[in-house]
Structure formats: C-alpha cells, structure tokens
C-alpha cells in the first residue's frame, strides 16, 4: 500500500493557460474523488468516480474543468484557461466501497497558483 | 444541503491541557460522522469515525461521540501533546457518492 499519490505537488502558471494534475489513487480502491481547498477554508467535493464512471459533478466544476479516469486506475484533472480565482489545493482521495468500509485516504495534494 | 459547523481558531494550549473542539451538522438522513487531521506538510488523515447515533470514535486518545439529539459530534482530548499541533476538520458522508462534506477546520498549536 503505497498510498495516494498527486502529481506534481506544486504548479506555477499563468493566467489562461491550461494545467493537468493526476492522481494514482491506493491500487484496490474503485472510488477516487477530487476536492478543491482554499486558504482557511475545509476542502469542497469537486467530482467523483467509481471505476471508470464519472457519477457526480459539483456545481463547482465549471465547464473550464474537466476529469478522467480511464481504466478505472489514475485520473486526471485538468483546468482549461485558468483564472486567478483557480488557485488553490487540488486533493484527490480514493476508497473501497464495501459496506461501512468507504474510508477516503487523501493524497498531499497538487498546489495551484495562478498569477 | 448537508453542512458541518465547526469551532474556529486558531487555539493555542500548553502541553497536557484538555482539548474539546465542537462540532455540529446539519444533514438529511443520516450521516457518518468524521473528524481528519491534516499535519505540517502533510496530507489529510483520518482520525476517527462514527457511522451511527449514540457511536464513539478512538483514535491516538483523542473521542468523539456521534450524538444525534443534539446534532454533534465534539472531538475531545484529556492531554495534549505538542504532536497534535495541526489542523483538524469535521465532516459527513452525504449521499450515495459518500462524499464528504468538511467544515473550514480548526488549526490548534500545543506548546511544550
């Protein structure tokens, strides 16, 4: 069990151009989440998974932000035209679902910043 | 929707002081109830859990009690320990999706 893993842990861009973060989510689970935290604030649910099947998006997700998960393993994340507003802690989570068992593990997190 | 009001800080206390941070929610049906810990550097981690009424999470010495008269779930420690410094989130599992929804966390820092 090597954990979550977030790549890369910090990104630097510049306004409007486009970003991709991926996450190689503990190697057994089928569900894998993305949450999005600013400063001070706790994370907020972006989108999840179960396998490949992306089931649920929140309102937050606009259509600048969009993720995959082929083959059910790693997903990626990716912000088209970034904005100011964008920068903040992408954190990915993954767990098994199997009755009470649906304890997310986090990974570190990506570090956004967009100047 | 479903929401998670915490105790906000930041709160400093000295080594082996008791430590209670409140936690309320509001939510339809019935939620499982969380606290994680997110370290200097580090990822979030989970702490402890409650999946149903009257249920108490241990972890590390630290307890909660998923208590749904009065809609809580306060994280409690006898003694703290400067290791504890970090900052620590309440949440619930909403949904089918069992996404968890946090309340903007309470950064606590334990001096020797």
């Known amino acids: 069990d090597t954990g979550v893993s977030q790549d890369p842990r910090h990104k630097i861009t510049k306004r409007g151009q486009n970003v991709t973060f991926r996450c190689d989510p503990i190697s057994e689970h089928n569900r894998l989440y993305w949450y999005r935290q600013t400063l001070g604030q706790g994370p907020e649910f972006l989108t999840y998974f179960q396998n490949e099947a992306q089931l649920e998006k929140s309102r937050l997700l606009s259509d600048r932000f969009s993720a995959e998960r082929p083959k059910g393993s790693f997903s990626t994340l990716e912000i088209q035209r970034t904005e100011q507003g964008d920068s903040a802690m992408y954190l990915c989570?993954?767990?098994?679902?199997?009755?009470?068992?649906?304890?997310?593990?986090f990974g570190a997190g990506t570090r956004l910043s967009v100047l | 929707g479903d929401s998670v009001t915490q105790m906000e800080g930041p709160v400093t206390l000295s080594e082996e002081a008791f430590l209670t941070i409140n936690c309320t929610y509001t939510?339809?049906?019935?939620?499982?109830l969380f606290w994680y810990v997110q370290y200097p550097g580090e990822g979030l981690q989970l702490l402890l859990k409650a999946t149903k009424a009257d249920d108490k999470g241990s972890n590390k010495g630290f307890e909660a009690t998923y208590r749904k008269e009065t809609t809580s779930f306060h994280l409690e420690k006898g003694s703290v320990q400067v290791s504890d410094s970090a900052v620590y989130f309440c949440?619930?599992?909403?949904?089918?999706?069992?996404?968890?929804?946090f309340g903007k966390g309470m950064k606590l820092t334990v001096n020797p």
């Open positions: 939510a339809t049906g019935y939620p499982s």
């Open positions: 949440a619930l599992t909403q949904g089918g999706s069992e996404k968890l929804v």
């Open positions: 989570a993954s767990s098994f679902n199997r009755g009470t068992k649906n304890i997310q593990y």
